[in-house]
C-alpha cells in the first residue's frame, strides 16, 4: 500500500490554547520576529546558534518565509507562540515552537521551543508543548514524539518533565554548544500506546 505523499498531510496553520495561539509562519511577519529575538537575545544565547546577534529585518522576513515554504512541504512544521486577546485573536508573538526533525514513515517528531525572557516561567511553552503533543499523537499518528535539550538547560528539562516526557538518556558529547565546545544531549520521549 503507497504512503500518502507529506505534503497531502492536513496540518492546522493555528491551533488555539487556553491562553496561547501557534500560528504557522507566514510572509510579511519578519519584523516581528526580528523584534522578538532581539528582545530574547541574552535569553537564547546559552542555547541556540542562531541567537548570537540580533537579526535584520530582511533576514527575519527570509526565515519567516523558509518556514513557510517547509511548512507547506510538510519538512518542518514550525509555529510562532502568540498569546491571545480576549477575542480570541493573535496577540503578542512570545516566541517559537514546533514539529521538527520529522520522520513521516515512523510518523516521529522532535518538539522544539524558545520563549522570550519577559514570558518565561508562566507556562506558555509547557502549554504550547503540550498542544503540539495533542497534535501530534492525534491528528498526525506519531508513534513517537521526543524534546532534546543541552543537559545544562534546566528550563527545558523542566518543560519536558512537566508535559510527561519520560527522559531516555544522555547522548555524550552529541553537539556543539555555541562556544564551539562538545555538549550532552539529554533525550526526553512520549510513545503512542
Known sequence: MARPDPILIQV????KGERIILAAPVAGLG?????????????LKPWMPWAQEAPSM?????VMRRMQADFIARRDLCFQIYSKAADGSCAEMLG????????WELRKFEIGYWIRPSSAGRGYVSEAV???????FGQLRARRVEIRMDERNLASRAVAEACGFEFEGLLRSDALGVDG??????VYARISG
Open 58 to 62: 530582511e533576514d527575519s522576513e527570509a
Open 130 to 136: 503540550r498542544l503540539l503533543t495533542e497534535l501530534a
Open 12 to 15: 492546522p496553520e493555528r491551533i
Open 31 to 43: 519584523p516581528i520576529l526580528a523584534a522578538t529575538v532581539a528582545a530574547s537575545l541574552e535569553h
Open 96 to 103: 517559537g515552537t514546533g514539529l521538527h526533525r520529522i520522520d
Open 181 to 186: 565546545e562538545p555538549r550532552d544531549t539529554q
